[in-house]
């Protein structure tokens, strides 16, 4: 698969016109292709200083309003992005010589839209928000076991598990996101969408406006 790829590249006019559609594209291609865990992405985030941090977590929606994720708002990136909202998303995906590269604006998910996704988890996950205080010191792995044994009992199979409040999504409104097609040579196919929102540069923009996309081509 990844010798097919490099030999047909990635060229303008096979673009999708927006990049969720073309992340669609690849998206399938990499299911289809049998990628383990084609959502899993790495995060980035920086503090209010600058300083980076990064960390993997899983893609569970995206359309043309942007890409969620699921987090713990306490956690050290929701920390950051309380500070800092620009992120960066990166989805790895080697085995098929891609990755596509999306940097962007994180904004909260509605509570509605949170709670939605919070019941299709599965009781024990719903269960492990509670327990966890992501990112947070825990003196011991039986302290954790403990807090996890407490909420089942107090919640049971047949109880409804409440959404944390400490608990939520992030839409990652995308700003640019890059295409990038292992070549042969090291002559890599980089296009990349720019966002141009109505008004222009430094426009209103957020998840509600229609974006216009134009699309540039970088160097390898
Ligand atoms: C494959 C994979 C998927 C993960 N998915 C998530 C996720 O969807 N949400 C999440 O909060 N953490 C997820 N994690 C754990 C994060 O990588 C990270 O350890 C955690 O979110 C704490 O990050 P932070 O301290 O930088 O905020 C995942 C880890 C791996 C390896």
């Known amino acids: 698969?990844?010798?097919?790829?490099?030999?047909?590249?990635?060229?303008?006019?096979?673009?999708?016109?927006?990049?969720?559609?073309?992340?669609?594209?690849?998206?399938?291609?990499?299911?289809?292709?049998?990628?383990?865990?084609?959502?899993?992405m790495v995060v980035s985030t920086a503090d209010e200083r600058g300083r980076p941090s990064s960390r993997t977590v899983l893609l569970k929606q995206f359309d043309e309003r942007g890409f969620v994720f699921y987090t713990n708002y306490n956690s050290i990136k929701g920390r950051e992005i309380d500070a800092n909202p620009y992120v960066s998303l990166l989805f790895p995906w080697h085995a098929v010589a891609r990755q596509v590269i999306v940097a962007g604006r994180a904004e909260r998910t509605g509570r509605d839209e949170t709670a939605a996704?919070?019941?299709?988890?599965?009781?024990g996950s719903q269960l492990g928000a509670w327990a966890s205080e992501q990112s947070s010191q825990v003196a011991s792995r039986e302290e954790l076991d403990?807090?996890?044994?407490?909420?089942?009992?107090?919640?049971?199979?047949?109880?409804?598990?409440?959404?944390?409040?400490?608990?939520g999504g992030y839409r990652v409104v995308a700003r640019t996101v890059e295409f990038w097609q292992g070549r042969e040579n090291r002559l890599h196919d980089r296009l990349r969408y720019v966002r141009r929102d109505p008004g222009g540069p430094g426009g209103p923009g957020g998840s509600g406006a229609a974006a216009v996309w134009t699309v540039e081509r970088l160097s390898p």
């Open 146 to 167: 403990r807090a996890y044994a407490q909420l089942a009992e107090r919640y049971p199979e047949t109880e409804r598990v409440p959404v944390p409040p400490h608990w």
């Open 1 to 40: 698969m990844r010798a097919h790829y490099r030999a047909e590249g990635l060229q303008e006019e096979d673009l999708a016109p927006d990049p969720y559609g073309q992340f669609l594209r690849w998206f399938e291609e990499a299911v289809a292709g049998g990628l383990h865990e084609p959502n899993a």
């Open 117 to 123: 996704y919070f019941r299709t988890r599965p009781h």
